[in-house]
């Protein structure tokens, strides 16, 4: 059965970075790629970025792009992300889910990690 | 931040039909791409419902059907049962962007 399992909850001060992981299992993991999504306090889910479990190649979104990166360890099948430079805007439940291993525009995410709370606060 | 547009709410009696709107654009739904459909209950991991527009996830029931039309797309749960209580989220692609976006989220509630 797939399977991803993340890192435990986190509570960072403003300015700070966080680094969250992600242990998948259940499937080839070179065969898919790691999505990484979070969801504000009320707010709805919001996608921040993609790495290939093949090649590690990412892809993210220009609104975290010069703060987030996203690596992958095939000899774990983990992936990890991590984001710098933190405000108290960026407290959220960060998941991460399997993706399709390319970028494709077409891909769903299936299944999802179980989430990571980050509190940032002074 | 969300360029998908839900309607906030629905509710249902049980064993009634319910729908959930998503409204997009010409930069994504109207463009071709994909929806996507998930369901996010409290305290758990969001579950794939719908993939490629109209294609049930392994194991979904056939109680949830969607489909895709011009700039939006709906999903529609039949014979709602009160474990369906949840948000429900759309999800396509926005060329505008780039990247991948979701609906504002709706939560069904159970009568």
């Known amino acids: 059965q797939v399977h991803l399992v993340q890192s435990g909850a986190e509570v960072r001060k403003p300015g700070a970075s966080v680094k969250v992981s992600c242990k998948a299992s259940?499937?080839?993991?070179?065969?898919?790629?790691i999505t990484w999504l979070r969801q504000a306090p009320g707010q709805g889910l919001e996608w921040m970025g993609w790495?290939?479990?093949?090649?590690?190649?990412?892809y993210s979104a220009q609104k975290f792009r010069d703060r987030l990166t996203v690596t992958v360890d095939t000899s774990t099948t983990t992936s990890y992300m991590e984001l710098r430079s933190l405000t108290s805007d960026d407290t959220a439940v960060y998941y991460c889910?399997?993706?399709?291993?390319?970028?494709?525009?077409?891909?769903?995410?299936?299944?999802w990690g179980q989430g990571t709370l980050v509190t940032v606060s002074s | 931040q969300s360029v998908l547009t839900q309607p906030p709410s629905v509710s249902g009696a049980p064993g009634q039909t319910v729908t959930i709107s998503c409204t997009g654009s010409?930069?994504?739904?109207?463009?071709?791409?994909?929806v996507h459909w998930y369901q996010h209950s409290p305290g758990a991991a969001p579950k794939l419902l719908i993939y490629?527009?109209?294609h049930r996830a392994s194991g979904v029931p056939d109680r949830f059907s969607a489909s895709k039309s011009d700039t939006s797309a709906t999903l529609a749960i039949s014979g709602l049962q009160a474990e369906d209580e949840a948000e429900y989220y759309c999800?396509?692609?926005?060329?505008?962007?780039?990247?991948?976006?979701f609906g504002t989220g709706t939560k069904v509630t159970v009568l």
């Open positions: 889910a399997r993706g399709g291993v390319i970028p494709s525009t077409r891909n769903w995410f299936d299944p």
């Open positions: 259940g499937y080839t993991f070179t065969s898919y790629g």
């Open positions: 790495i290939s479990g093949y090649k590690g190649n990412t």
């Open positions: 010409s930069s994504n739904i109207g463009a071709g791409f994909d």
């Open positions: 490629a527009n109209n």
């Open positions: 999800h396509s692609y926005a060329s505008s962007l780039p990247g991948y976006v």
